[in-house]
């Protein structure tokens, strides 16, 4: 094993490369590993930046790039794409930003990353370890916009083995799956906005208060132990000698979508990406309240994708929705579950790739108010003209009500608190008090025994 230290500062590139005098550009070091137990030591000082200027020795070489210290060393790709192929790597305390698209191409090496941020140019950046052998541990996954034919800009895991990630973040990217293979997520984050790749019936929830053991998909969510690190704060208002809070029952039982009689009636708009010319083609049958009706029952146009949706006459956020597809011969197979305040630009709320037929309940992280929500269907099972949706619906949380306290402990913060300030910004008809009253108990039982104090020593007596 030969080790290589490059800084960026006091480093010139016809050194020698060692710890009295390293090189100064990455590129020089990449240059000279020759095994894939090679290390090169990046000096990590603040303001300073590696630049990578030829992405070739870096993607066909493997080799381990850490900072020589627990703080970051900087590492620019400038945009650009690498692949990984059949060359591993391993970095630890690293920020590679700017990057393009980093894909190891379904190989099967093995991919280690500790401690690192790994940050994309946006739309032309998509992040796809591809690789059967991935440990991710401590690791920030942003800014991942590009995506693939599968729809997705972060792709963990591409194989039949399994991988491991342990506090995993991943923002701001369009889309995150694990396309094929198994992973096992434990005390990781995924943002709200970045559409999640679910195989319907094909998860596990939590089996320990630890982890979340998913197979073929990411789930959302914040799995965090009891000891762990990460914390969530909760948030009580405070006004004279009162406490307040808001709280709900869950989410509605009920559609919050009126049974359609027609596109536009009784209230609200259902739209559809075709032109409605005859039965199973207007849309509104998948909104009637009846299983033996639907859209798409006959044939549509061969175009894809399609897209059936309803608007609101104001704004509304939808935290659940539900599918019937008993057709098992035709039915949407990959789809996006989308909200938009103009009928124009959607964001993507939820996500489905290999889904399956039957009646389909969705929770999603939603906290944004929409008027237009919509399926927008990229696969069809069979063909591409016969969706066959029989049934769309979407609920709402109840209604959220006041709650009062004359004081606040901590187990108050934790099981009334709000999470964020805007909860507190809606109209509220309800309003519970919560109070606490100290009573006599009466004068219960009395019990007698007599102790022989010559026999026994007694120092301390305790009533129970």
Known sequence: MAIYYVDGVNGNDSFSGSVSTPFLTIDKALTVIATSSDVIILTAQKGMVYRVTSITPFQTKSFTLKSDKSTYAVVDFNGLACNVATFGKRFEYIYVKNMGTWNSNTGNVSLVYENCVFEGVGNNASFWTNSSSVTMSSVLIRKFNLKSSEGYSVNLIRGVNSSSFTNVV???CAGATAYTGSVSLSKSIIGSTVALSLVAGDYVNTTTNEESRIVNSVKYGLLVSTASALAVSKILLSSGDKYYSLLNDG???????P??????TPEGEVFVSNTPNGNATFGWEAFDGAINTSWG???????????IGYKFSEPKVIVKYRLRFTNTTYYPRNYEFQGSTDGIVYDTLHSIVEGSSGVLDYVIPNRRSYTHYRL??????????LPS???????EVKPSYLVEMRNASESDFLNQGVVELNNFSQILNIKKEMTRTDEMLGSGKTFEHTVDMSKRRIDKI???
């Open 170 to 172: 991943i923002l701001d």
């Open 251 to 257: 989410i509605q039982e009920t559609t919050s979508i």
């Open 259 to 264: 049974k359609m009689t027609s596109n536009t």
């Open 297 to 307: 029952g006959n044939t549509l146009p061969t175009t894809m994708p399609k897209w």
């Open 376 to 385: 927008y269907i990229t696969v069809l099972s069979s063909g591409n003209q």
């Open 389 to 395: 949706v029989y049934e769309f619906e979407m609920f």
């Open 462 to 464: 305790i009533l129970r």
